[in-house]
């Protein structure tokens, strides 16, 4: 487990565009349950992939269409709720940070790690807005 004064500005990061903080698995599965799209964020303290991908989700609300929710746990830290998001994304492998954005419950799109390591935060946001445009209302 991470200590909270580290992870605190990489969770404020998400929270503060309105991203909603699921640290259990029972909110994991609610989160899931409601209806239309859902973008879970696993935040993560990694610098190399977790540095661009939080501006990447947080540019990607900048668009017509954009998620019905959007929720993060964080890996490391809010143990099992990564555990029960990993478990809505079979069958991709556990990886973090990472990204799923839900249709009625059901995993459409997908970003592993090794589709954010190295990528600027502008392409992985064109990559989340892809699939808004695709998915969402």
Do not use: W
């Not at 392409?123 to 998915?135: G, P, R, T």
Request: aromatic content about 6%; overall charge negative; charged content about 25%.
């Amino acid at each position: 487990m991470y200590p909270a004064e580290l992870v605190k500005p990489m969770r404020e990061d998400l929270t503060k565009v309105g991203f909603e903080e699921l640290h259990t698995a029972e909110a994991v599965d609610a989160a899931l349950a409601k209806e239309g799209t859902t973008l879970i964020v696993v935040n993560s303290v990694c610098g190399c992939a977790a540095a661009n991908a939080r501006p990447g989700a947080r540019m990607s609300l900048q668009n017509a269409k954009k998620p019905d929710h959007i929720v993060t746990v964080f890996a490391g830290v809010d143990t099992d709720a990564v555990d029960r998001a990993r478990q809505h994304m079979v069958p991709f492998p556990p990886s973090s940070p990472s990204m799923a954005l839900f249709k009625d419950g059901e995993l459409v799109h997908m970003l592993e790690r090794h589709h954010i390591e190295g990528r600027p935060a502008e392409i992985i946001s064109e990559n989340l807005k892809d699939a808004y445009d695709e998915f969402c209302k």
